[in-house]
């Protein structure tokens, strides 16, 4: 079974992650700059970063970054990968205990990571560390289950082979993203990507799951099978596409 410690649930496949999950579309940091007045002055603590797929964002838009990951093996990953900008701060921190000084952020960002949380106490947390005024951006990457026939017949690979698949998915936090913002009025914007694999890349992005059964467990090699049943009836010139919704909460807290 897959740990259900969030913290080292993905010490196992930080390669994985770090090469096959997706990226954030521009729009994001557009919608950023015009509707939450994001400057490059601004300092940003992006929580549970992991291997710095978000991070690199608003570095590369000339902020300052505290990138606050409790997973040794992620922050180490994403300080390597992110090593030409020198606004990044690596935290050995959690959403509920960053180390951050009171007041000291503009923004608190958290990208494919806030289902993990403690929401209360995370909640609690960004509001101490955010200056005045400050704002708070959930986002995720949804990825779309029942576009196409490939999409479908992933989603039951997952259903059927996935450790905890159904526990963890992030629907249940999104659902309650109304109590975390509140009283706050807060506000959703929804944007598309999209990647496209060949086998090898597909395999990765699978594999970058972490309810997805590795190597040395039992169900991994019947869910390898199907995965390469499936991409073979369903690629296109050598390629499948994953679609996906990113979903971006934006608000200030009280």
Same mark, same amino acid.
């Given at each position: 079974?897959?740990?259900?410690?969030?913290?080292?649930?993905?010490?196992?496949?930080?390669?994985?992650?770090?090469?096959?999950?997706?990226?954030?579309?521009?729009?994001?940091?557009?919608?950023?700059?015009?509707?939450?007045?994001? +400057? %490059? #002055?601004?300092?940003?603590?992006?929580?549970?970063? $992991? *291997?710095?797929?978000? !991070?690199?964002?608003?570095? /590369?838009?000339?902020?300052?970054?505290?990138?606050?990951?409790?997973?040794?093996?992620?922050?180490?990953?994403?300080?390597?990968? +992110? %090593? #030409?900008?020198?606004?990044?701060?690596?935290?050995? $921190? *959690?959403?509920?205990? !960053?180390?951050?000084?009171? /007041?000291?952020?503009?923004?608190?960002?958290?990208?494919?990571?806030?289902?993990?949380?403690?929401?209360?106490?995370?909640?609690?947390?960004?509001?101490?560390?955010?200056?005045?005024?400050?704002?708070?951006?959930?986002?995720?990457?949804?990825?779309?289950?029942?576009?196409?026939?490939?999409?479908?017949?992933?989603?039951?690979?997952?259903?059927?082979?996935?450790?905890?698949?159904?526990?963890?998915?992030?629907?249940?936090?999104?659902?309650?993203?109304?109590?975390?913002?509140?009283?706050?009025?807060?506000?959703?914007?929804?944007?598309?990507?999209?990647?496209?694999?060949?086998?090898?890349?597909?395999?990765?992005?699978?594999?970058?799951?972490?309810?997805?059964?590795?190597?040395?467990?039992?169900?991994?090699?019947?869910?390898?099978?199907?995965?390469?049943?499936?991409?073979?009836?369903?690629?296109?010139?050598?390629?499948?596409?994953?679609?996906?919704?990113?979903?971006?909460?934006?608000?200030?807290?009280?």
């Amino acid at each position: 079974m897959t740990s259900k410690s969030p913290t080292v649930r993905f010490s196992d496949r930080v390669e994985n992650y770090a090469l096959y999950r997706p990226g954030y579309p521009h729009e994001v940091l557009d919608l950023l700059r015009n509707e939450c007045g994001l +400057l %490059s #002055s601004h300092i940003v603590a992006d929580i549970a970063s $992991g *291997t710095g797929i978000f !991070t690199r964002i608003p570095l /590369a838009n000339g902020n300052s970054v505290f990138a606050v990951e409790p997973n040794s093996e992620m922050r180490e990953t994403a300080v390597h990968q +992110l %090593s #030409s900008y020198d606004r990044l701060v690596s935290i050995d $921190g *959690t959403a509920e205990k !960053t180390t951050l000084r009171s /007041a000291s952020v503009d923004f608190v960002t958290a990208a494919q990571a806030a289902h993990w949380f403690d929401l209360p106490r995370a909640r609690a947390e960004f509001l101490r560390i955010l200056k005045p005024s400050g704002w708070c951006v959930l986002i995720w990457n949804e990825r779309v289950i029942d576009g196409t026939p490939f999409s479908r017949d992933y989603e039951n690979l997952l259903l059927n082979y996935g450790t905890d698949y159904k526990e963890v998915r992030h629907e249940r936090t999104t659902a309650v993203i109304h109590k975390f913002f509140a009283p706050t009025p807060y506000r959703e914007r929804v944007f598309k990507i999209r990647q496209e694999f060949d086998y090898e890349g597909t395999a990765g992005r699978l594999l970058s799951s972490s309810y997805a059964p590795l190597v040395d467990q039992p169900n991994h090699a019947p869910m390898m099978r199907e995965l390469r049943r499936i991409f073979d009836s369903h690629a296109r010139n050598g390629f499948v596409a994953f679609e996906y919704r990113t979903r971006v909460y934006y608000g200030r807290l009280e």
